[in-house]
């Protein structure tokens, strides 16, 4: 392959794929709706992005086009690609195809797949590995979401969605835990719980499958292995810079991997790489103080689990209150885990709660952040919809010195915080 054509380049794994295309000299092209933190990321590493989805935009020369899931059969680049006859994948296809052959471990579950793909890749870079990492978001300490390396080792964050995860073949299957979620593709936990049991099952005699084999979810699957389990719990305690339960579980996780597969690394060189991971762009992430002296941060959280957790972390770190503004992720997410989102803001004192982010989804009218708002303010937390990210930024520019703003979700909320910082 000489010549690569990327529809939606500015996704998180889109580029990472794109970067790593260039690595191997492949001539790169893409294009994506609008300009973002990755797409001025992708320019800086010499990769030419189109802002505007156009059929003159593919090369009649391309060998390959790679769509993200967020591209659909009748997008104009597509149709354009099909009329020259040039092949299409998907990008978990894609990645399924450049990973074959290698050492590939993948990282699953529903949380921590981003910071522990991203600890993992750390780990295996700072022994000496030289690891391939793609990864779900820009890690700190590599300033990119993609790592280039020299060996075998091909990590990559994996996901359950559409079924992605088996378009790969990894030799290391790691699952951090499991919960109902992409409830627009899985209808119950038994049909996410299925898609991961084919995971396992897949895994080879000779590979390794990295769990908490405790967890209620997990635990049933595993019957299904043919791999050696190893249990992610026996790992010790970490010094970690990131804060909470949730990150030490994924420590543990990205430890007892780098142990399976680099046996010769020393406990001190894991202890040493942890301690010192910087984290990831939209994890827990302080952005600085506002105008008025309140510290902002902002998280990817987009499920009531994550969203609990990152508060409950929060709440440990200041006396202050915490005022949170969060962006829905999809409809359907919202509305079929709307009970468990209700109780998911107790740590917080307010909650601003900005139209739903639909992504891929229409809005058939049966749920809408002011019904989300209603059923928070039922379990006694303060919550309020508003129409724009504007209404809510001239809400948070009343927060003050000592108070905490969160800005939370999946969509484009951290725009907010941004602005708040930049004032």
Same mark, same amino acid.
């Given at each position: ?9 500015? !996704? ?16 790169v ?8 933190? /990755? %797409? ?19 090369? /009649?020369?391309?060998?390959?086009? /790679?769509y993200?899931?967020?591209?659909? #059969?009748?997008?104009?680049?597509? /149709?354009?690609?099909?009329? *020259?006859?040039i092949?299409?994948?998907? &990008? ?19 949380h +921590?797949?981003?910071?522990?793909? $991203? ?12 690891? %391939? ?9 590599? +300033? ?15 996901c ?28 119950? *936990? ?13 895994v ?12 209620a ?30 990150n ?44 008025? +002296?309140?510290?902002?941060? #902002?998280? &990817? ?6 969203v609990?957790?990152? *508060?409950?972390a ?7 209150? =915490? ?7 999809? &409809?359907?997410?919202?509305?079929? @885990? ?33 019904? @989300? ?18 209404? =809510?930024?001239s809400a ?5 010195? $000592?108070?905490?703003?969160? %800005?939370? !979700?999946?969509?484009?909320? &951290? ?7 930049r004032?």
């Amino acid at each position: 392959m000489k010549k690569a054509h990327l529809i939606g380049i500015g !996704g998180v794994g889109m580029s990472a794929l794109a970067q790593y295309f260039k690595d191997q000299e492949v001539i790169v092209t893409g294009s994506d709706r609008s300009e973002s933190l /990755v %797409t001025e990321l992708l320019e800086k590493r010499g990769i030419q992005v189109v802002i505007g989805q156009k059929a003159e935009n593919v090369p /009649v020369d391309a060998d390959i086009v /790679v769509y993200s899931d967020a591209v659909q #059969d009748n997008n104009l680049e597509r /149709v354009r690609a099909r009329e *020259l006859g040039i092949p299409q994948l998907s &990008y978990f296809a894609m990645l399924g195809k450049v990973s074959e052959g290698k050492k590939t471990i993948a990282i699953a579950g529903t949380h +921590g797949k981003t910071t522990t793909t $991203g600890m993992l890749a750390k780990i295996l870079k700072d022994a000496g590995a030289s690891p %391939t990492a793609i990864v779900g978001s820009i890690v700190k300490d590599f +300033g990119s979401n993609y790592l280039h390396g020299d060996s075998d080792f091909f990590v990559v964050e994996a996901c359950e969605y559409r079924d992605h995860l088996l378009e790969l073949t990894p030799q290391v299957l790691v699952i951090t835990n499991l919960e109902l979620d992409h409830t627009d593709w899985f209808p119950s *936990l038994a049909a996410i719980q299925e898609t991961f049991r084919k995971a396992i099952a897949r895994v080879s005699e000779s590979g390794v499958i990295v769990t908490n084999p405790h967890d209620a979810s997990v635990a049933p699957l595993l019957a299904s292995a043919k791999a050696e389990v190893i249990d992610y719990t026996k790992e010790p305690e970490y010094v970690l810079r990131l804060p909470g339960e949730f990150n030490q579980d994924n420590a543990s996780a990205a430890a007892a991997t780098a142990l399976a597969v680099l046996p010769s690394i020393s406990d001190a060189t894991i202890a040493q790489s942890l301690a010192t991971f910087h984290g990831t762009w939209r994890r827990f992430e302080y952005k600085g103080k506002s105008v008025n +002296g309140a510290d902002v941060y #902002d998280d &990817y959280a987009h499920h009531p689990t994550a969203v609990r957790e990152t *508060l409950h972390a929060l709440r440990g770190r200041t006396k202050g209150r =915490i005022i949170v503004a969060f962006h829905p992720h999809l &409809y359907s997410r919202t509305r079929d @885990l709307l009970d468990e989102f209700a109780t998911a803001f107790r740590d917080a004192d307010k909650v601003f709660i900005a139209p739903i982010f639909a992504a891929r989804e229409t809005d058939d009218g049966t749920i809408s952040n002011e019904m @989300l708002a209603e059923r928070i303010r039922a379990m006694g937390t303060n919550a309020i919809a508003l129409d724009s990210f504007d209404a =809510i930024e001239s809400a948070l520019n009343e927060v003050g010195e $000592g108070d905490i703003i969160m %800005t939370m !979700g999946a969509g484009d909320i &951290y725009k907010v915080a941004d602005s708040l910082v930049r004032k």
